[in-house]
């Protein structure tokens, strides 16, 4: 199984590093990929990776560190998305829930991030929250650009509007919540070839673990279940599926896997 997000750098994981890979890979999650939220953190996650075969990274600027963000930032990162441990450019977007950076810096640096992606034929990780019309208002000019909109947690029209565009969703331990009958519905609906498993880790422990601090990837088997029962899927189907999944997208196989899982498009009816 694949943790398709996860944040390895950030101390609550790296701090118990060892321990965080090693309950991982007793509980069968045996790649990870680890996605920046700044050119520091991305140098992080590049370093982590160096010696590591079984993880991979994503590195990007999150729309929380727009504001943050340099002119030598920009221009760095399009130094480090050239290390072959980098599979895609993320996570990137618009977060107008919090609003820790201004909504014009935060398209501001969405676009330099998205002209990189288009220049260097690169897949993208996507943070939208709560500014969906903006973000795919951005994205129509970029309509050759691959990607995934994360930790998805909005409607089923907005996983319609995403959907139609050709990316993928990420699903996270919120599809496990009790409230989350809105998230569990978008699961039932996208296609399994559309869909991917996010730990977000060290965020969203899944239940029943849900009250435990930390999160990481070793719990994306609870959410795996979920999606499992929701689609009347085994938990090898899953895991086949979502994997193929990983493969097709960022262009990371692992040993067996193949490009036959999954073949559907668009969004099902129900």
């Given at each position: 199984?694949i943790?398709?997000?996860?944040?390895?750098?950030?101390?609550?994981?790296?701090?118990?590093?060892?321990?965080?890979?090693?309950?991982?890979?007793?509980?069968?999650?045996?790649?990870?990929?680890?996605?920046?939220?700044?050119?520091?953190?991305?140098?992080?996650?590049?370093?982590?990776?160096?010696?590591?075969?079984?993880?991979?990274?994503?590195?990007?600027?999150?729309?929380?560190?727009?504001?943050?963000?340099?002119?030598?930032?920009?221009?760095?990162?399009?130094?480090?998305?050239?290390?072959?441990?980098?599979l895609?450019?993320?996570?990137?977007?618009?977060?107008?829930?919090?609003?820790?950076?201004?909504?014009?810096?935060?398209?501001?640096?969405?676009l330099?991030?998205?002209?990189?992606?288009?220049?260097?034929?690169?897949?993208?990780?996507?943070?939208?929250?709560?500014?969906?019309?903006?973000?795919?208002?951005?994205?129509?000019?970029?309509?050759?650009?691959?990607?995934?909109?994360?930790?998805?947690?909005?409607?089923?029209?907005?996983?319609?509007?995403?959907?139609?565009?050709?990316?993928?969703?990420?699903?996270?331990?919120?599809?496990?919540?009790?409230?989350?009958?809105?998230?569990?519905?978008?699961?039932?609906?996208?296609?399994?070839?559309?869909?991917?498993?996010?730990?977000?880790?060290?965020?969203?422990?899944?239940?029943?673990?849900?009250?435990?601090?930390?999160?990481?990837?070793?719990?994306?088997?609870?959410?795996?279940?979920?999606i499992a029962?929701?689609?009347?899927?085994?938990?090898?189907?899953?895991?086949?599926?979502?994997?193929?999944?990983?493969?097709?997208?960022?262009?990371?196989?692992?040993?067996?896997?193949?490009?036959?899982?999954?073949?559907?498009?668009?969004?099902?009816?129900?």
């Amino acid at each position: 199984m694949i943790d398709s997000h996860c944040h390895l750098t950030y101390e609550e994981l790296a701090g118990q590093l060892g321990g965080v890979l090693s309950r991982a890979a007793a509980a069968g999650v045996v790649r990870m990929m680890t996605i920046g939220t700044s050119l520091a953190d991305g140098r992080r996650a590049v370093e982590l990776c160096r010696a590591r075969s079984q993880i991979r990274c994503v590195v990007g600027i999150h729309p929380h560190h727009s504001q943050a963000a340099t002119e030598e930032d920009l221009s760095g990162l399009g130094e480090l998305e050239r290390e072959p441990e980098v599979l895609a450019l993320g996570e990137m977007g618009l977060d107008y829930h919090h609003d820790f950076s201004p909504r014009a810096r935060q398209r501001e640096v969405f676009l330099r991030q998205l002209e990189l992606a288009r220049a260097r034929g690169r897949v993208i990780v996507v943070h939208c929250r709560e500014a969906m019309d903006d973000c795919l208002g951005i994205l129509k000019d970029y309509g050759e650009i691959r990607g995934v909109f994360h930790c998805f947690t909005g409607s089923v029209e907005e996983a319609r509007r995403i959907l139609d565009r050709g990316y993928l969703l990420g699903f996270t331990g919120v599809v496990t919540f009790r409230k989350s009958e809105v998230v569990r519905e978008v699961v039932r609906l996208t296609p399994a070839d559309r869909m991917l498993i996010e730990s977000d880790a060290p965020y969203l422990s899944p239940e029943p673990l849900r009250r435990q601090q930390v999160n990481e990837p070793a719990l994306i088997v609870h959410t795996a279940a979920a999606i499992a029962k929701i689609k009347g899927m085994s938990m090898e189907e899953v895991d086949g599926v979502t994997s193929g999944n990983v493969g097709r997208l960022f262009g990371w196989w692992g040993s067996g896997e193949g490009s036959g899982a999954g073949r559907e498009s668009g969004i099902a009816d129900g």
